[in-house]
């Protein structure tokens, strides 16, 4: 029997895994995505810096093996979530969901009113997922340079929850 999924927070000695792993989880979207998604920029020393700047993350782990991670900043009240990356041979575990849903459980334990992330346009099975764990369309936005919308941003009001 293997070792249980451990979820815990990040520090910023698990940069270069987090990069990694933000690596492997996005490669799916190389070429797809217009304009190419930010993650392919992410380094440990870029997130290091937004580390340093009040981010955090969340690292979904076994045995010792980083499967899936997620970036966090407060924005407005709320905790915004991105860079949600789960490695290609641990999908179809429930591990996005987990790991959304310990975002969810950081943001209570911080008192915030909610729970914001946001997600391509294009990218319809993300929207149905998020959708399915009660988040709903506030906006769309465009990436710069564009003169249509890019992105959907995405929220769940934890306020009574």
Request: charged share 20%; net charge positive.
């Amino acid at each position: 029997m293997s070792d249980p999924l451990v979820l815990r927070p990040a520090t910023a000695a698990d940069a270069s895994a987090l990069a990694a792993t933000i690596a492997a989880a996005f490669a799916q979207y190389r070429g797809k995505l217009v304009p190419e998604s930010g993650a392919f920029r992410e380094t440990a020393e870029s997130i290091a810096v937004e580390f340093a700047r009040g981010a955090s993350a969340i690292v979904a782990e076994r045995n010792g093996e980083t499967l899936g991670c997620v970036m966090t900043r407060v924005v407005d009240g709320d905790l915004y979530f991105g860079r949600l990356a789960v490695v290609p041979q641990a999908r179809g575990l429930g591990l996005a969901r987990r790991l959304v849903a310990a975002v969810e459980a950081d943001a209570r334990a911080r008192g915030l009113a909610g729970v914001r992330l946001g997600v391509r346009v294009v990218l319809a099975d993300n929207q149905r997922l998020f959708g399915s764990l009660g988040y709903v369309e506030v906006g769309r936005e465009a990436h710069p340079g564009f003169d249509y919308p890019t992105s959907i941003n995405m929220r769940k009001p934890l306020v009574g929850m």
